[in-house]
C-alpha cells in the first residue's frame, strides 16, 4: 500500500473577492479525502492607488445577481453584497493574516474575515473590526493592533504582492498553487482533486 505524501496547496485569496468564500466547502470536502496543508496567500486585486469597487456603481450589483448569488445558493453559504462604500482595501487584514499564520490560526481567522464582510457587512478595512475579528479566533488584540502598523509586516507584505505578480503571474483570486503548478478560478471538488493529484 502506498501513501500519499502531504502536498502544500497554497490559496490565493482576497478578503473582498465573494468567490474566495464561496470555494470554501470544496477545500473543506478536499481536506478530508487528501492530505493536504493549506496555506492562505494574501493577493489584493485593487492595491493602493488602485480605486476600490462601489456597491452603489453598476457593476458589483451585475455580477453577484449573475454569479455570485447563483453559485452561492450552489454550494449552501449565505451571503450579501455589503453596502460598504468604496469597498475597503484588504493590506491591514492581510499584515495580521501574517501574525495568524504564525500562531497556526490562518485558515480560522481568514474565514472569520470572509464572514465578517460578506455576511455581518462590517468594515474589514477598520482597525478595531479586524481587531475583533482577529480576536475572535484566539489572537491578542494589543499584538493585532501592532501588527496592523508594523512596518515591517507591511514591507513584507508589499514584497509578497510584487513577487506574486511579477513572478508567479498570479492571474485573479482565488488561485491555487501546488509546487510550479497554478489554477485559477472556483473549482469543485472534483477538480481540485484532480489539480492536487496533479
Same mark, same amino acid.
Not at 48 to 57: A, G, K, S
Not at 93 to 102: G, H, K
Not at 160 to 165: G, L, P, W
Not at 168 to 184: K, Q, Y
Given at each position: 500500500?502506498?501513501?500519499?505524501?502531504?502536498?502544500?496547496?497554497?490559496?490565493?485569496?482576497?478578503?473582498?473577492?465573494?468567490?474566495?468564500?464561496?470555494?470554501?466547502?470544496?477545500?473543506?470536502?478536499?481536506?478530508?479525502?487528501?492530505?493536504?496543508?493549506?496555506?492562505?496567500?494574501?493577493?489584493?486585486?485593487?492595491? @493602493?492607488? +488602485?480605486?476600490?469597487?462601489?456597491? !452603489?456603481?453598476?457593476? =458589483? $450589483? *451585475?455580477?453577484?445577481?449573475?454569479?455570485?448569488?447563483?453559485?452561492?445558493?450552489?454550494?449552501?453559504?449565505?451571503?450579501?453584497?455589503?453596502?460598504?462604500?468604496?469597498?475597503?482595501?484588504?493590506?491591514?487584514?492581510?499584515?495580521?493574516?501574517?501574525?495568524?499564520?504564525?500562531?497556526?490560526?490562518?485558515?480560522?481567522?481568514?474565514?472569520?474575515?470572509?464572514?465578517?464582510?460578506?455576511?455581518?457587512?462590517?468594515?474589514?478595512?477598520? @482597525?478595531? +473590526?479586524?481587531?475583533?475579528?482577529? !480576536?475572535?479566533?484566539? =489572537? $491578542? *488584540?494589543?499584538?493585532?493592533?501592532?501588527?496592523?502598523?508594523?512596518?515591517?509586516?507591511?514591507?513584507?507584505?508589499?514584497?509578497?504582492?510584487?513577487?506574486?505578480?511579477?513572478?508567479?503571474?498570479?492571474?485573479?483570486?482565488?488561485?491555487?498553487?501546488?509546487?510550479?503548478?497554478?489554477?485559477?478560478?472556483?473549482?469543485?471538488?472534483?477538480?481540485?482533486?484532480?489539480?492536487?493529484?496533479?
Amino acid at each position: 500500500m502506498t501513501t500519499r505524501a502531504t502536498k502544500d496547496l497554497e490559496v490565493f485569496v482576497d478578503y473582498v473577492c465573494p468567490f474566495c468564500l464561496l470555494v470554501e466547502p470544496a477545500l473543506q470536502k478536499v481536506k478530508t479525502m487528501r492530505d493536504v496543508n493549506i496555506r492562505i496567500r494574501p493577493f489584493e486585486l485593487r492595491p @493602493d492607488p +488602485v480605486p476600490t469597487l462601489r456597491p !452603489e456603481d453598476e457593476y =458589483l $450589483p *451585475r455580477v453577484w445577481a449573475k454569479s455570485v448569488y447563483p453559485m452561492a445558493n450552489r454550494v449552501g453559504i449565505d451571503i450579501k453584497l455589503p453596502d460598504i462604500s468604496p469597498q475597503p482595501r484588504t493590506e491591514k487584514a492581510f499584515t495580521v493574516l501574517q501574525l495568524a499564520e504564525e500562531s497556526g490560526l490562518a485558515e480560522e481567522y481568514s474565514a472569520a474575515m470572509f464572514r465578517a464582510f460578506f455576511q455581518e457587512n462590517r468594515d474589514i478595512g477598520n @482597525d478595531e +473590526v479586524i481587531a475583533d475579528v482577529a !480576536e475572535s479566533v484566539g =489572537l $491578542p *488584540r494589543d499584538e493585532v493592533l501592532r501588527a496592523i502598523k508594523d512596518a515591517e509586516r507591511i514591507v513584507a507584505h508589499r514584497s509578497e504582492q510584487k513577487f506574486y505578480r511579477n513572478s508567479l503571474d498570479i492571474p485573479a483570486v482565488p488561485s491555487f498553487r501546488i509546487g510550479d503548478r497554478i489554477t485559477s478560478g472556483v473549482p469543485d471538488v472534483d477538480d481540485l482533486i484532480r489539480f492536487i493529484d496533479g
